[in-house]
């Protein structure tokens, strides 16, 4: 896989990226062909079986940088290699879709899942991959739009996002005009968890495709109070919004993926719709591609956003939603 372009101009070094991953015989097959086995190689599993998170399991911080073990991970000695050897996807009890990395460190298996897996919950096990050719662990997570996505200015003019640039205004929900303190960039092969998500134009009330990676954010707005959620902001990633039709994962080719931070972690106007800008905060940070976390991280130092308000909602909560809300945008 490729790795994204350079953008520290400053010549720095991209510090190590930090995630949070399980010992593999802590997640098991609870019921299926291999009852009792912990998870494990490509060959050695059955897509169908039912996993558990085992009770208790605590996270262990693993710290990579240039394909290797780094400084401050809770185990492994540092240089040691760190190698995705499989993806898995797991489908969970409560409707919300995992994706897990099996990860070799040091010959001993770990597992990283790319979203929260709860303690008490079966996952089943619908698809199975070998790891794709030159994978980076750090670049798994990206938080963007793609080129050509049009941005609102705050005049009311759209703009291409890869034309922005510092101190550009853009017209955010909350604060009104905004200038833009950093925009990121990365290009990426448009597979697996790199692939974009394309939401059809007006499937949102979005004035054309709007493409974006799966974990970017979407904001929803529900006029009329859902019993069990908490707020009327709904604040969903791209991936729990498809469908398959009008919302969609679109496989292959390269993607240019442009990020924007401003001072605060803000909502701006993409095609026309509510979306979020990038959060700085170093859950965030340390999962985004080496070349744009260690030039935030420089521009940055410190700098720990709030999330905007909202309640987090994933495939189970958007089930739950009149089918005319599920589509909503932000007022």
Known sequence: MTAPQDRDQQGQTAPGQACMVFPADLIFVAHGVNAGEALSLPDDICPGDIYELEHGAQPLRLVVAGGAV???????????????????????????????????????????????????????????????????????????????????MADGAQRPIETLARGDRVLTRDHGPQPVLWVGHATLRGVGAFAPVVISAGAMGNAGDLIVSQQHRMFLYQRQRVAGIATSELLVQARHLVDGEAVFIREGGFVDYFSLVFDRHEIVYAEGIPAESLMVSEAVINRLPPELSGEVKARFPGLSQVQHFGTEAGRQVLDALPPLNRRGGGR
């Open 70 to 152: 780094a400084e401050g991970s809770a185990f492994g000695a540092p240089g040691a290699t760190v190698e995705i050897v499989a993806r898995y996807t797991l489908m969970g009890d409560d409707g919300n879709r995992v994706e897990l990395l099996a990860l070799r460190v040091a010959q001993e298996l770990f597992a990283l899942p790319l979203s929260p897996m709860g303690q008490g919950l079966g996952y089943q096990l619908l698809k199975v991959e070998e790891a794709p050719e030159e994978t980076a662990l750090s670049d798994l997570l990206c938080v963007s739009f793609a080129r050509g996505t049009m941005i609102t």
